[in-house]
T-cell receptor, first 112, second 117 residues
Framework: NAGVTQTPKFQVLKTGQSMTLQCAQD?????MSWYRQDPGMGLRLIHY???????DQGEVPNGYNVSRSTTEDFPLRLLSAAPSQTSVYFC???????????FGSGTRLTVV | TQLLEQSPQFLSIQEGENLTVYCNSS?????LQWYRQEPGEGPVLLVT?????EVKKLKRLTFQFGDARKDSSLHITAAQPGDTGLYLC?????????????????FGQGTRLTINP
């Protein structure tokens, strides 16, 4: 049972490039979320999903897109990378509303 | 989005001392969770509290949910160096009224705890 798998673990992008952060879970969880973590700011919600085909914006959605075509996968797409998007990104999933989330190990993204 | 304020943001104490970390909001949450995060890793769930006034114990850690479900505390007894880490509280709030029970999780800014040998 792998839990939540995020790839890549590290990435360096140039300003203006696009890329997709991958997230997959094998626990059949309905709820999935993307967070970014910056020093002194805890975790801020980017986008979340309550099931396949259902997504919504969180606190800081600008510059990011998501889709949820399957229960297992929840990719996060950066449309045109900016230095302000330098951060550590975490994907998380949960089996129920209000239930505890299982987090991936994160993707450390640097935009130069 | 409801806000969660954690205090203190930083805490450094000696091994064997007791400590309390607080998580406060002006709004009501349906449940509140505590996570611990080590450097280079994702947060790991410690506990979920659901009922106002609920107290849960996890070895030397005691978690309490306020009666009004607006605040929570984490108390560590006889802290050990292995307790060092970033402690995060997170509240579940309802979203998408058309989907009954759908919720999302919002986090406090965290308390960075250091236990010195």
């Amino acid at each position: 049972n792998a839990g939540v798998t995020q790839t890549p673990k590290f990435q360096v992008l140039k300003t203006g490039q696009s890329m997709t952060l991958q997230c997959a879970q094998d626990m059949n969880h309905e709820y999935m979320s993307w967070y970014r973590q910056d020093p002194g700011m805890g975790l801020r919600l980017i986008h979340y999903s309550v099931g396949a085909g259902i997504t919504d914006q969180g606190e800081v959605p600008n510059g990011y897109n998501v889709s949820r075509s399957t229960t297992e996968d929840f990719p996060l797409r950066l449309l045109s990378a900016a230095p302000s998007q330098t951060s550590v990104y975490f994907c998380a999933s949960s089996y129920s509303q209000g239930g505890g989330y299982t987090f991936g190990s994160g993707t450390r993204l640097t935009v130069v | 989005t409801q806000l969660l304020e954690q205090s203190p943001q930083f805490l450094s104490i000696q091994e064997g001392e007791n400590l309390t970390v607080y998580c406060n909001s002006s709004s009501v949450f349906s449940s509140l969770q505590w996570y611990r995060q080590e450097p280079g890793e994702g947060p790991v769930l410690l506990v979920t509290v659901v009922t106002g006034g609920e107290v849960k114990k996890l070895k030397r850690l005691t978690f309490q949910f306020g009666d009004a479900r607006k605040d929570s505390s984490l108390h560590i007894t006889a802290a050990q160096p292995g307790d060092t880490g970033l402690y995060l509280c997170a509240g579940a709030e309802g979203v998408l009224p058309s989907i009954q029970g759908a919720q999302k999780l919002v986090f406090g800014q965290g308390t960075r705890l250091t236990i010195n040998p």
